[in-house]
């Protein structure tokens, strides 16, 4: 059974993070970033594990057209934000998004513009759901 791109480990999201930041790179250069260390077989051999790990979820893929392969993320980090927090909405709510919200914007202390950013996402959704015909709640 193939992984889930949602069970990313805190070792495949640091390289995510580079390739999103970044952009494509070798093993190499995903090895300097991450570990900050630009030799050690044992770094790069870490780095080459947690790559084949994440192009087995699907979150990388390799261009193998080169002589030294370049890897690019295959998932965009809005996505895998997205499955993420659906798997603890479902774990630890039940499903509904509606607890896991609440928290993080009771304690998260958020900005006056991060109150109107999602003010303005609230707006932008029901404008849309009323274009589509669905009744206000």
Not at 62 to 91: C, K, N, T
Not at 111 to 121: Q, S, V, W, Y
Request: with cysteine; net charge positive; proline share 4%.
């Amino acid at each position: 059974m193939k992984p889930s791109q949602s069970d990313v480990t805190d070792a495949e999201l640091a390289v995510l993070q580079v390739l999103w930041d970044r952009g494509p790179a070798t093993i190499r250069q995903l090895a300097e970033r991450v570990y900050e260390q630009r030799d050690g077989a044992s770094v790069y051999a870490t780095v080459q594990k947690l790559l084949d790990r994440l192009e087995a979820k699907g979150c990388v893929q390799r261009d193998r057209g080169a002589p030294v392969h370049v890897f690019e993320a295959a998932i965009a980090r809005e996505d895998l934000i997205g499955r993420r927090l659906r798997a603890v909405a479902d774990s630890l709510c039940g499903g509904s998004v509606t607890p896991l919200l609440t928290h993080l914007v009771q304690g998260g202390g958020l900005t006056a513009k991060e109150r109107a950013d999602l003010r303005a996402l609230i707006n932008q959704l029901d404008q849309k759901r009323r274009g589509a015909g669905e009744p206000s709640s």
